[in-house]
Every structure is written in C-alpha cells, then in structure tokens.
C-alpha cells in the first residue's frame, strides 16, 4: 500500500488484481449491465489512484475504496435516471451473464437447467429491490463486510444500515416467492388438505 | 408453483418464514451461504491491465517478434541456413582445391601473430589506466579533496530525490 502510494505501478497493479473481483462484482450487481459495469469499475479504480493521497491508511482499504464504488456507482445511477436493466430481459448479453452467473459446478443438464433457472431468478429478484438495498445486500453477503464497514462505506448510520439489510433481506425473500419459490415446508403445508 | 430448491435457498427462505425475531441470524448466514452458492460476476480477462491503461500507468509492451517484418526475417533467416548446410561440403571441396595446406598453416601463423601483438597493445593501455587510477587514488586520498567528493555527492542524492518527488507527483495526476 505504502508503495502504490508512493506511485509505485506494478503496487498499484498488485492492488488492481486484488480487489478488481470484489469491486466489479459489486458495480455489476449494483448496475446490473456487463458492459456499464466494466466501465464503471475501471473509473473507480482510475479515481481510487488518483486520490491515494487522501486516503487514510488508518481505515480498511476495502471500506474506502467500496466508498468510493458507492459514490460512484449512485451517481452513475441517478444519471441514468435510476432505471435498470434487467438480467433476465433475454437479451444475449444478459443470458451470457446469467449462465455464468448459474452454478458452474453443475454437473448434469437438468442440474444445470435447475441452477440457471434458480440464478434467474436470484438476479430477478435482486434486480426488483432498490438500487441502494441491493448495494448493502451485496456488500453484506457477498463480500461479507461487517455492519460497521458496510456503514463506512455507504456513509449511512449503523442502525440504518441494520433496518436496510433487514428489508432488503425480506423483500428479496418476498421477490422469490413471487417468482414461485417457497420453503418446502411452506409448500407442504400449503398442500396438506 | 413448486419446484426443488437448492438447499441453502431452502434454508435460507424457511428462516424467513419463520418470522421470529431469533431467526434473523440463521436466515443471514442462510443467504451467505446462497451468495457462496451464486458465483459473483466475474471482470473481463485483463481488466487490471485496461485500468492501468486507463490511469495512463501501463507501459506499452512491444513484442519484438509481432511483426511480419520479423517474421519474413527470422524465415529467410532459417531458409538460408538451410541452403547453406546443403552447400556446405561442395564448399569445403572448393576450399580444399583452392588452398594448399601449406597456405592454411601459414595463415593460422600469421593470425595467432596479429592477435598476441594485438593483447600486447591492450594490456600496455591497462597499464598506463592503472597508473592514471594510482596517481587519482593519491590526489583523491587527501582529506581536503575526500571531503569535497563527499560533499558532492550528497548534493547529487539530494537533487536526484528532490527530482524523483517530482517526477512521482506529475505521474500522480
């Protein structure tokens, strides 16, 4: 870090590599468009570069430079009017995302077929919650940041990134319902006469 | 519509069911455990390299065999190498017939000759070095002349680190 500072490239290069999954793993999630996603998250790091200075080695470099990806990827947002692009449209680029995104363990075609389906519909889902609620639910469990650094990272308050994640949590559960998933249990009840 | 569930969906969805206030943590640890599950999107195969493109940081590598040119060359190159060891012992008949072996002793004499008067004049130009560099070494050993060195080179250091600050702001914006 001291050296990607000190303008060190092939330091910063190491830091690009380290973080460039996580970070573009949010944006994508956050912007939901592979093409817009991959632009915006060279210019978080190109932006990250050029404020190293300010940065505060204090602080969880992740936390700061999820800040940033924050600003950024709302301000991306509010310029395109806070509208989404669907994964699940059937357009070729989003099928190619979703079937990269689907269970790449997956042996068999049905078992294939059950996971593409199930990655639609996760991403259905969380392309159904609100931008910001679908920031925290990626930073909170995909890169299983704490409460604290999703706080610092988003500038909200704790107990506001607590109620968000509750919410959005429900809410996606809600999505997938709708979509026709339901706990088996549930199910079994709902059949039983 | 039922369909089967993975299991940590499964799970994940029957905590939030359960509509308990205690279910809160199992249902969070259910949904890591689906994130886990649910590979993130990946970056494009060379993203780090575009961004470091993109922040005016990446040298441009040029690889000295991409060109055509060199391709003809490095070709033309073998081929005639080919054509050369095919010719090779037509060659050494033709030398054989134009030179006597007396010739060839001759030569290789008179070779050896030039490349010894030739080390001769090199090790009298080291000689007269190693006599500039004691005749240095003496002025140098002075304490006046050892400390106005001293004094020059830190000076040196200190412009040349003044510049690399430099040089590493401007690369910074």
């Known amino acids: ?80 009017g806070l509208e989404t692009q669907p994964l699940e449209s059937g357009e070729e680029e989003g099928e190619d995302l979703l079937r990269r995104l689907a269970d790449p363990t997956a042996v068999s075609p049905a078992q294939r077929h059950e996971r593409l389906e199930m990655a639609r519909a996760l991403e259905s889902a969380m392309g159904r919650l609100r931008p910001e609620y679908r920031e925290i639910v990626v930073l909170r469990f995909q890169e299983g940041l704490a409460y604290e650094d999703i706080a610092e990272a988003t500038g909200l308050p ?17 999505f997938l319902a709708q979509l026709g998933y339901h706990p088996r249990s549930e199910t079994r009840r709902a059949s039983e006469p | 519509m039922n369909r089967r569930l993975d299991d940590a969906v499964e799970r994940w969805l029957a905590a939030e069911a359960a509509r308990e206030a205690s279910a809160s943590e199992p249902a969070e640890a259910a949904l890591t455990t689906v994130f886990r599950h649910w590979p993130a999107p990946e970056p494009p195969r060379g993203f780090a390299l575009a961004v470091m493109r993109r922040a005016g940081l990446a040298r441009r590598r040029v690889d000295a065999f991409a060109s055509r040119w060199v391709h003809a060359a490095i ?8 054509v050369s060891v095919s010719l090779m012992p037509a060659f050494a008949r033709l030398a054989r017939l134009a ?63 003044a510049l690399d600050r430099l040089i590493t702001a401007e690369r910074s914006f």
Not at chain 1, 15 to 40: F, N, Q
């Open chain 1, 1 to 80: 870090m001291a050296r990607a500072r000190a303008g060190a490239e092939d330091a910063y290069y190491e830091l690009v590599r380290r973080y460039e999954r996580p970070l573009y793993g949010l944006v994508a999630r956050i912007v939901r468009d592979a093409a817009t996603a991959e632009d915006l998250a060279q210019e978080i790091f190109v932006k990250a570069f050029r404020s190293l200075d300010a940065y505060d080695p204090a602080r969880k470099f992740s936390s700061w430079l999820f800040k940033i990806a924050h600003n950024a990827s709302i301000d991306h947002l509010r310029k395109r």
């Open chain 1, 158 to 174: 704790l107990g506001t990134v607590k109620t968000h994640i509750h919410r959005a949590r429900k809410e996606l559960a809600e």
């Open chain 2, 75 to 82: 070709a033309s190159a073998l081929a005639l190498a080919a």
């Open chain 2, 99 to 161: 030179f006597e072996p007396a010739d060839i002793i001759g030569w290789g004499s008179r070779t050896l000759v030039a490349a010894t008067q030739a080390l001769a004049g090199a090790l009298d130009v080291w000689g007269f070095l190693s006599r500039l560099g004691g005749a240095l070494g003496a002025v140098v050993a002075t304490p006046q002349v050892a400390l106005s060195l001293v004094l020059v080179v830190l000076c040196a250091g200190g412009a040349l680190r």
